[in-house]
């Protein structure tokens, strides 16, 4: 059992800037808020500059997930979609120079948009909701059409934190989670009606200037247990000796706080295997069940990425902020390893 820290995280309450005018870390933005209070004023720094919008919809019968991201020299978006009942997978990457055609704004909650004679991803602002728009003629020799809307109840909290490495490395990330969702998915003649009694969306926002090379374990759920609205967002190593996490739990649009660090357990070479993660506190002790691993490799000129993201399902108990223990049984989502050189 390696040690677990437990660590003193400022929240912020106010609107504050991500850098200063020179485009360095801006201490005072140290901290988590529940709502993106930040700024994300990044200048300079190329190519370290990475911007990206992660959705991801899921229920009992499929998970649909679609990327716009920016590493500064080139902009990479991504589409994918998982059948639970069939586990047909299919996935669409566009690779484009510089990002061209990647409007990703500085914000969290603004609209990001990227069109191509190959594909269309939209996320449109709408009073508060999301609208992803997603289409391509050709989605693994299928036709993808994909109109999902993403509803932020009132009085939703979300976890929001900057994660220090040191003045010129340092990233913001908006993580929203278990936000329930309407619409429709159509791959060739698979079609699904998206409920917001049973369908849930998670948003991984993120702006930052990064290290070269890095890795990290990254969890995430969202759905309805016992006719609570549950949501987990649970990390490690990548914020090690930073003195943050980016680890939290949602219920029922409130958020727990969790300044502890999330241990995982899991076997690489049977990473089919059940996955454990737990804190010292026991505030988490989950089991995550893989139904399903996806492997994302890129080998380019100046991105090299393993990962490993498995798709499936937890069970076991989380503790909230007040005390409430919480059963876990079949929440849907998912768990990875990542290693990249970026």
């Known amino acids: ?31 988590w808020s529940r709502k993106p209070l930040f700024n994300c004023n990044l200048s300079g720094r190329w190519p370290r500059k990475k911007k990206w919008n992660y959705w991801y ?11 716009i991201s920016s590493l500064d020299y080139a902009g990479m978006v991504f589409v994918y979609f998982l059948d639970l009942k069939t586990m047909k997978f299919i996935e669409k990457n566009i690779t484009v120079p510089f990002a061209k055609g990647c409007n990703i704004p500085v914000n969290a909650n603004e609209t990001v948009t990227f069109k191509s004679a190959d594909m269309e991803v939209s ?22 059409e994909a109109d999902i809307l993403v509803a932020a109840p009132t009085g939703n909290e979300t976890l929001n934190v900057v994660i220090p490495w040191n003045s010129k490395t340092f990233q913001f990330t908006s993580k929203q989670a278990a936000l329930p969702t309407s619409g429709s998915l159509r791959v060739g003649d ?36 016992g006719g609570r609205r549950i949501g987990l967002n649970l990390g490690a190593k990548w914020t090690d000796g ?13 958020l727990t706080k969790i300044s502890e660090d999330v ?40 991105v090299k990425s393993e990962m490993h993201q498995m798709i499936g399902y937890f069970t076991g108990h989380i503790t909230t902020a007040d005390g409430e223990k919480i ?7 998912c768990a990875e390893e990542h290693n990249t050189l970026w």
């Open 57 to 67: 919809t899921m229920n009992d019968e499929c998970l649909f997930s679609a990327t």
């Open 190 to 225: 698979y079609k699904y009606s998206f409920k917001p009694e049973s369908t849930f969306s998670g948003l991984d926002f993120g702006r930052g200037i990064w290290p070269r090379r890095i890795s990290w374990n990254w969890g995430t759920a969202s759905g309805m247990v």
């Open 123 to 144: 996320f449109l602002e709408e009073s508060g909701n999301t609208h992803m728009i997603v289409k391509s003629g050709d989605f693994g020799g299928y036709t993808l």
């Open 263 to 302: 241990l995982y357990e899991y076997d690489l070479k049977n990473i089919m295997n059940p996955w454990k993660l737990k804190t010292a506190s026991d505030s988490v002790n989950l089991v995550f069940t893989p139904l399903y691993e996806r492997i994302a490799n890129t080998n380019l000129v100046l």
């Open 1 to 31: 059992m390696t040690k677990q820290d437990i660590y003193n995280e400022k929240e912020i309450i106010v609107p504050v800037n991500l850098c200063t005018g020179k485009g360095k870390l801006n201490r005072d933005s140290i901290g």
């Open 242 to 254: 930073t003195g943050m996490t980016e680890n939290a739990l949602y219920v029922d649009g409130k």
């Open 327 to 333: 059963e876990i049984d079949h929440l849907n989502g």
